[in-house]
């Protein structure tokens, strides 16, 4: 295929995840607004997961077609990209403040179920046998993952509910009269359109954007490993950085948050985990440094905000997170 077209296709696929994100959160917001979700469920569930569809659907994609290094390249590299490169900006635009939960469970369960992720990705270290991502490894992520929507079905029933008017009240104490008559004036008819129009946008921008940048990096001879650390994931991760520009920009922490880590964590038990079933993953152990930049960089995080007296994550913090992505960035092209 002719590399301008490829170029273009993997624009335009990017143009339909984003399109398909942005319809599948806006009717997913909009009905759990009517249902009256606390604003920390919506983030770490109906926001991340809409965020971490793009990831899901390329997954599926390149899982069908046994690019084992996208598979992998492309969660690995959305985790830090979400991780260091989103929070870092968010945290310079307005400093993050955690609430006490979300330091003790939900941000120590993401650094386990990471760790628990290298672990089974890496049978070299641990069983002296082939680096494979096995068929009852994906079904334990999932049991993982299972657990995990238990916990944020429990909480969502601990914590007070919020109504459609109070959800959109601005930083300012202001109420948009017009968000708010939005979601009283839609039918549940319309809200589901969204979310179907949204899951159409991303199943045909991942596959547009699977193959284009299979064609890319075969034109280019540099490896697959490097593309999906890079461009795919950038771009699968998109969503994930407009939302949090936005949250951070309105000072909604817990959805700020919560995207990141409910992303992560989506991306790492049902993304990989589905992976895995749909068709046994090889594993590339030049991965395990990847890896080793983002446990540091989570640690990083939960010690920051642990040692910090108002749990704030601030923008010195945030600087730090950027220039170690840019950094990154630098060390993935020398690596190749």
């Known amino acids: 295929m002719n590399i301008f077209l490829s170029i273009l296709l993997l624009i335009v696929g990017f143009v339909f995840i984003i399109k398909g994100a942005d319809y599948l959160i806006d009717g997913s917001v909009s009905l759990s607004r009517k249902i009256g979700i606390p604003e920390i469920v919506i983030g770490l569930t109906i926001v991340a997961f809409g965020t971490s569809a793009p990831e899901f659907i390329v997954n599926i994609f390149a899982s069908i077609g046994h690019h084992s290094e996208v598979v992998i390249g492309n969660i690995l590299g959305s985790n830090l990209f979400n991780l260091i490169a989103i929070l870092g900006i968010s945290a310079i635009i307005s400093p993050i403040v955690v609430n006490k939960n979300t330091l003790k469970k939900e941000i120590p369960f993401y650094i386990l179920i990471t760790f628990v992720f290298f672990i089974f990705a890496n049978d070299l270290i641990f069983e002296?046998?082939?680096?494979?991502?096995?068929?009852?490894?994906?079904?334990?992520?999932?049991?993982?993952?299972?657990?995990?929507?238990?916990?944020?079905?429990?909480?969502?029933?601990?914590?007070?509910?919020?109504?459609?008017?109070s959800s959109l009240v601005n930083s300012d104490n202001s109420v948009n009269d017009s968000e708010i008559a939005a979601v009283?004036?839609?039918?549940?008819?319309?809200?589901?359109?969204?979310?179907?129009?949204?899951?159409?946008?991303?199943?045909?921008?991942?596959?547009?954007?699977?193959?284009?940048?299979?064609?890319?990096?075969?034109?280019?001879?540099?490896?697959?490993?490097?593309?999906?650390?890079?461009?795919?994931?950038?771009?699968?991760?998109?969503?994930?950085?407009?939302?949090?520009?936005?949250?951070?920009?309105?000072?909604?922490?817990?959805?700020?948050?919560?995207?990141?880590?409910?992303?992560?964590?989506?991306?790492?038990?049902?993304?990989?985990?589905?992976?895995?079933?749909?068709?046994?993953?090889?594993?590339?152990?030049?991965?395990?440094?990847?890896?080793?930049?983002l446990m540091a960089a989570s640690l990083f995080l939960f010690f920051s905000f642990l040692l910090s007296k108002k749990r704030t994550f601030g923008r010195v913090g945030g600087v730090i997170y950027v220039m170690t992505y840019i950094s990154y960035l630098a060390f993935l092209i020398i690596r190749k």
Do not use: C, Q, W
């Open 128 to 165: 002296n046998s082939k680096n494979y991502l096995s068929l009852g490894e994906g079904i334990v992520l999932l049991i993982f993952f299972l657990m995990f929507f238990v916990y944020i079905s429990s909480i969502s029933k601990k914590v007070p509910k919020i109504d459609t008017d």
């Open 184 to 293: 009283k004036n839609s039918s549940i008819l319309k809200i589901v359109s969204l979310i179907i129009i949204g899951f159409a946008g991303l199943f045909i921008g991942g596959k547009m954007v699977v193959d284009s940048a299979i064609n890319i990096a075969r034109v280019f001879n540099v490896s697959e490993k490097l593309i999906a650390l890079t461009i795919v994931s950038v771009g699968t991760s998109l969503p994930e950085l407009f939302t949090n520009i936005v949250a951070s920009l309105k000072k909604r922490h817990d959805l700020a948050i919560g995207n990141i880590i409910g992303s992560n964590i989506f991306n790492v038990l049902l993304i990989i985990g589905v992976s895995i079933i749909i068709s046994p993953i090889e594993y590339d152990n030049v991965f395990n440094t990847d890896f080793y930049v």
